[in-house]
């Protein structure tokens, strides 16, 4: 199944000042970092996910951890061979008990397919109404959506502490201030925005 929005659509030549709004509504807040009640996986088959997920465990972040993850719908060959017949959950929470975190300490999910049902089946699972603070862990470049999916269907009283780490493709890292430099950085964060004004638009996401 092919996404409805290209990973890598081409995209137009924009003024400073738009390069400037789409680089905040991507990246996303800018919130220091704090300790907080979970520690929140979006799935993700990269090797960044855990390894960022084992370096916000190991700096005591939260006392437990949420994986998130089946298997996607919209990947490719690459993917498939990698994950096999596994889940992103599977692969994510065994690197992490390989690296010391006690199984005791995790919790999750392992049927969805993207990252809004990442967060609907975790609800499923976990009562976010008895925590205050949700320390996510994605890519630099997809704070801004995984923050929007997290706002809208999480409780309001709920705070929120994006933990990223950067996405490389091809060698070619992805941030904040490079992104522009890049065709593939220009193309995986334009199709970043182009997918939050699409979800914004369904209300699967808060709004831009």
């Given at each position: 199944?092919?996404?409805?929005?290209?990973?890598?659509?081409?995209?137009?030549?924009?003024?400073?000042?738009?390069?400037?709004?789409?680089?905040?509504?991507?990246f996303g807040p800018q919130v220091p970092l704090q300790n907080g009640d979970l520690i929140f996986v979006f799935s993700s088959a990269q090797a960044g996910i855990w390894q960022a997920?084992?370096?916000?465990?190991?700096?005591?972040?939260?006392?437990?951890?949420?994986?998130?993850?089946?298997?996607?719908?919209?990947?490719?060959?690459?993917?498939?061979?990698?994950?096999?017949?596994?889940?992103?959950?599977?692969?994510?929470?065994?690197?992490?008990?390989?690296?010391?975190?006690?199984?005791?300490?995790?919790i999750g999910e392992d049927r969805s397919s993207n990252s809004l049902e990442n967060v609907i089946f975790a609800t499923e699972v976990f009562d976010f109404t008895t925590i205050k603070?949700?320390?996510?862990?994605?890519?630099?470049?997809?704070?801004?959506?995984?923050?929007?999916?997290?706002?809208?269907?999480?409780?309001?009283?709920?705070?929120?502490?994006?933990?990223?780490?950067?996405?490389?493709?091809?060698?070619?890292?992805?941030?904040?201030?490079?992104?522009?430099?890049?065709?593939?950085?220009?193309?995986?964060?334009?199709?970043?925005?182009?997918?939050?004004?699409?979800?914004?638009?369904?209300?699967?996401?808060?709004?831009?």
């Amino acid at each position: 199944m092919k996404s409805l929005i290209p990973r890598e659509p081409t995209m137009p030549e924009l003024s400073a000042g738009q390069l400037q709004m789409i680089t905040d509504v991507v990246f996303g807040p800018q919130v220091p970092l704090q300790n907080g009640d979970l520690i929140f996986v979006f799935s993700s088959a990269q090797a960044g996910i855990w390894q960022a997920t084992l370096q916000a465990w190991r700096q005591g972040l939260a006392p437990q951890i949420f994986v998130t993850g089946g298997q996607s719908k919209t990947a490719d060959a690459e993917y498939a061979a990698y994950v096999g017949d596994r889940t992103e959950n599977a692969i994510i929470t065994e690197k992490l008990i390989a690296n010391g975190v006690p199984i005791t300490a995790i919790i999750g999910e392992d049927r969805s397919s993207n990252s809004l049902e990442n967060v609907i089946f975790a609800t499923e699972v976990f009562d976010f109404t008895t925590i205050k603070r949700v320390v996510f862990i994605t890519k630099a470049h997809v704070v801004g959506r995984h923050w929007r999916t997290l706002k809208q269907q999480l409780p309001a009283t709920v705070e929120l502490i994006p933990y990223s780490y950067v996405a490389e493709y091809d060698g070619i890292t992805v941030t904040r201030d490079n992104w522009v430099a890049s065709a593939v950085g220009r193309a995986r964060v334009w199709g970043e925005y182009l997918r939050i004004q699409a979800y914004s638009e369904k209300g699967d996401i808060a709004p831009m």
